[in-house]
């Protein structure tokens, strides 16, 4: 009787944990390697492996990758640009409704949206500081930000402590009983990227996820959660 490979040592950032969630289990079907996943927030990877985090293969934004490669604790040259996530924003409901997609749209949008929650010391808590500059409100924002912990820009909206929920399109599209009511364009410099690579021991499986997750073959998966591809610089 064969036994069954060791599980794949993955670090998976809050960002992509419903992608994660719907495809790895198709990895898994196809090859039998199964997982072991640490979530964490984007800007937490980096110290997360410094401190000895045990993984095969990570999952944050490039910048946060390079930190790694910098610190000895990846291997760089499996670095591979996997999904570029717009920032959206997301309110309670089920229908069909317009979606904003443009500055002005977004500015009326935002200016009186009650309550936002967004992930304060995550990277699309950065987005959302960066939009707010961009947006150039002529008027005092009638709006009141709260910051939350990962996870919790969802969970408030789905409990009504929330009127909208700033987050990577990544964690709105696919979900039940909420819709995006706003869509960043990517040409605004707030989206996020995200990325894989692997540790410098990686163990068997990880480099085909990564190379499965990249192949041309899952761009319908990952168009269902409305972001695109990119390049790595």
Not at 98 to 115: E, H
Not at 167 to 181: C, E, F, H, K
Request: aromatic share 6%.
């Amino acid at each position: 009787m064969t036994s069954a490979p060791a599980p794949i040592r993955t670090i998976v950032p809050v960002a992509l944990t419903e992608v994660f969630a719907h495809l790895s289990p198709d990895f898994t079907a196809e090859t039998g390697y199964s997982f072991v996943v640490e979530t964490m927030l984007n800007p937490e990877v980096p110290a997360a492996i410094a401190a000895g985090s045990a993984y095969d293969i990570a999952f944050t934004n490039p910048h946060h990758a390079e930190e790694v490669f910098a610190a000895g604790h990846g291997d760089a040259a499996s670095h591979t640009a996997l999904a570029r996530a717009p920032l959206g924003f997301a309110a309670r409901g089920d229908g069909d409704t317009q979606v904003a997609r443009d500055l002005p749209s977004l500015r009326a949008c935002l200016q009186n949206a009650g309550r936002i929650g967004y992930t304060e010391t995550g990277t699309s808590g950065k987005s959302l500081a960066r939009l707010l500059e961009l947006l150039a409100f002529d008027q005092p924002l009638r709006t009141e930000l709260v910051g939350l912990a990962g996870g919790g820009p969802m969970r408030a909206l789905r409990d009504g402590d929330v009127d909208l929920a700033a987050l990577p399109m990544t964690n709105i599209a696919r979900q039940s009983g909420v819709m995006p009511v706003a869509i960043c364009p990517l040409d605004l410099g707030v989206e996020i990227d995200l990325s894989g690579f692997l540790s410098l021991t990686p163990r068997p499986g990880a480099q085909a996820f990564l190379k499965w997750l990249a192949d041309h073959r899952q761009e319908p998966n990952w168009a269902a959660f409305g972001v695109e591809r990119f390049t790595l610089p």
